[in-house]
């Protein structure tokens, strides 16, 4: 089971020297593309479409993931953002419109069907999402599982190509290879002042935060160092440096405990590890060389 082997195919689609000049794009799904890679290619027989269709599932979740970028860039005035946000545009469009190009070339109708539906199941549980955060009835733990549902709604299109006896580990391993990515990025966008906002931090703070921390939370009312000293009082790093540490945990127990064949269950472990453990992957290497 290789690490890359989906997004090598994806970059003649996603790297392209405009858009790298102007602007940057979110992280490629290379997690969820090789696990659904990997179980499509478990199906008996075996789905011939299996690359393809892990391929236009990344493409479609890097343009609705384009798109978000846009909507939570702080908008700054200047020519350059104005482009990288227009790039951004006609980026997701590309991306999100070559997974039609390329089941139609493959004849492959029904899965253009379950993709599309998959996208009209994600923009509505964002609207649920969004209407939420208007009401401020959100919450850390809610908007955690919201963002790990959306992150796997595209993924979960092709379960009926799946080996039966296969679709319960997939959706347990999808659910927490999903958990913890999306924690390792809250965690990185903690560090950024002009990322606060929306995010498991702020939801966290809001909970809980004083009437007056929440007052100026619903105003927008406070700076740079009122976030620090709300980073700092409600111990946020630690928070989801914890976070990450226990999903890393549940991780490494669910490889371990997976009902699969003891050979898949090396290969998942081992492709886990690379992206997730590479310290300890890079520990077990040299112990077995010495």
């Known amino acids: 089971m290789k690490g890359n082997h989906i997004s090598q195919l994806a970059k003649r689609y996603v790297e392209h020297d405009m858009i790298q000049a102007h602007t940057d794009l979110p992280a490629f799904p290379?997690?969820?593309?090789?696990?659904?890679?990997?179980?499509?290619?478990?199906?008996?027989?075996?789905?011939?479409h299996s690359e393809l269709y892990a391929l236009v599932t990344s493409l479609v979740q890097v343009g609705l993931d384009t798109h978000d970028m846009i909507e939570m860039a702080s908008v700054q005035g200047n020519d350059r953002n104005l482009r990288s946000?227009?790039?951004?545009v006609l980026a997701g469009d590309y991306f999100s419109s070559r997974?039609?190009?390329?089941?139609?070339?493959?004849?492959?109708?029904?899965?253009?069907?379950?993709?599309?539906?998959?996208v009209c199941n994600v923009n509505r549980l964002k609207m649920t999402m969004v209407d939420k955060m208007k009401q401020w009835t959100m919450t850390a733990e809610e908007y955690l599982r919201t963002c790990v549902s959306l992150k796997k709604i595209l993924f979960q299109s092709f379960n009926e190509r799946l080996?039966?006896?296969?679709?319960?580990?997939?959706?347990?391993?999808?659910?927490?290879?999903?958990?913890?990515?999306?924690?390792?990025?809250?965690?990185?966008r903690a560090e950024h002042f002009g990322r606060f906002v929306g995010s498991w931090?702020?939801?966290?703070?809001?909970?809980?935060?004083?009437?007056?921390?929440?007052?100026?939370l619903k105003q927008s009312a406070f700076d740079m160092s009122f976030w620090h000293?709300?980073?700092?009082?409600?111990?946020?790093?630690?928070?989801?440096?914890?976070?990450?540490?226990?999903?890393?945990?549940?991780?490494?127990?669910?490889?371990?405990?997976?009902?699969?064949?003891?050979?898949?269950?090396?290969r998942l472990g081992s492709f886990l590890s690379s992206i997730y453990f590479p310290s300890?992957?890079?520990?077990?290497?040299?112990?077995?060389q010495s």
């Open 229 to 266: 000293t709300l980073m700092s009082k409600y111990e946020v790093h630690e928070q989801l440096a914890y976070q990450v540490r226990a999903a890393q945990d549940k991780l490494q127990t669910i490889v371990s405990t997976l009902p699969v064949d003891s050979v898949m269950k090396q």
């Open 85 to 88: 946000r227009q790039l951004k």
């Open 99 to 118: 997974f039609y190009n390329l089941l139609a070339q493959a004849g492959q109708i029904e899965a253009i069907q379950s993709l599309s539906q998959a």
């Open 30 to 48: 290379n997690a969820r593309a090789e696990l659904l890679f990997a179980f499509l290619n478990r199906s008996k027989p075996a789905d011939e």
């Open 163 to 188: 080996s039966a006896k296969d679709v319960p580990a997939w959706e347990v391993l999808l659910d927490h290879v999903t958990e913890l990515e999306v924690m390792e990025q809250e965690k990185e």
């Open 280 to 288: 300890a992957q890079a520990r077990s290497a040299s112990v077995q």
């Open 201 to 216: 931090s702020y939801w966290h703070v809001w909970q809980q935060g004083t009437e007056e921390e929440r007052r100026k």
